[in-house]
């Protein structure tokens, strides 16, 4: 397996512009999360999906931040408008789940999307 | 969401030993772990340890997890350089903000 496939890599924007991120998690995995990674506030949960259903979407910013999974191997997180304090670096991470939690595995993540808005 | 907090920075001289902290809120999880992000890349597991353990060793690693206090810390044996990094600690779905580890050659 390839890991968990974060694109793009580095994308700049400008202010008020749409930026969608992308992510393709690990086959087999049900379980799909974004975080957020600044220097500020360190690494937060933004959003989690369970078998394609988004479970807890406490993390989320603001309303110019969506999220979606329609399928179990793609998952985009859109902002829109963007603003210069979006900028971070943007993780996807999946995983297995059941009902005891994830596992001595863990989560694997991927190399993350580094936003900039300027 | 649940609190997971560590300290933000440590440094230590290279041959001493690291010793990473961390508290958590969620007695739910069922497995606790560190993960290493190394400059310009994701988080990857390091090592993780059972809820009902108290500890776990692992070559130059050892997790202590005390569930009564909900502790946890990571020990590094004879750092390197190459340890130099940010750790995290996880439960069940909340990372810690991370340690950034500096070794001193």
């Known amino acids: 397996d390839a890991g968990v496939i974060q694109s793009p890599r580095h994308e700049v924007t400008e202010m008020g512009q749409e930026v969608t991120l992308r992510c393709k998690p690990i086959?087999?995995?049900?379980?799909l999360f974004w975080y957020r990674q600044t220097m500020m506030r360190g690494l937060e949960l933004l959003i989690y999906f369970n078998n394609n259903v988004p479970i807890d979407d406490s993390g989320m910013p603001e309303d110019r931040f969506s999220a979606k999974m329609p399928n179990a191997s793609f998952s985009t997180l859109k902002i829109q408008p963007s603003e210069p304090r979006d900028s971070a670096v943007y993780f996807c991470?999946?995983?297995?789940?059941?009902?005891?939690?994830?596992?001595?595995?863990?989560?694997?993540f991927g190399s993350g999307t580094r936003l900039t808005v300027v | 969401g649940e609190d997971v907090e560590q300290s933000l920075f440590l440094s230590v001289r290279e041959g001493d030993s690291s010793v990473i902290n961390c508290t958590y809120t969620?007695?739910?999880?069922?497995?606790l772990y560190w993960y290493k992000q190394e400059p310009g890349a994701g988080l990857q597991l390091l090592t993780y340890?059972?809820?009902?353990?108290d500890m776990k060793q692992d070559q130059r690693l050892t997790v202590l997890l005390n569930k009564k206090d909900k502790h946890l810390s990571l020990r590094i044996a004879d750092t390197q350089t190459g340890d130099s990094a940010i750790y995290f600690c996880a439960d069940r779905l909340f990372f810690g903000t991370g340690t950034r580890l500096t070794v001193i050659p």
């Open positions: 086959s087999g995995h049900n379980s």
């Open positions: 991470a999946s995983s297995f789940r059941t009902g005891q939690g994830t596992g001595k595995n863990g989560y694997t």
């Open positions: 340890i059972f809820s009902n353990m």
């Open positions: 969620d007695s739910s999880s069922t497995y």
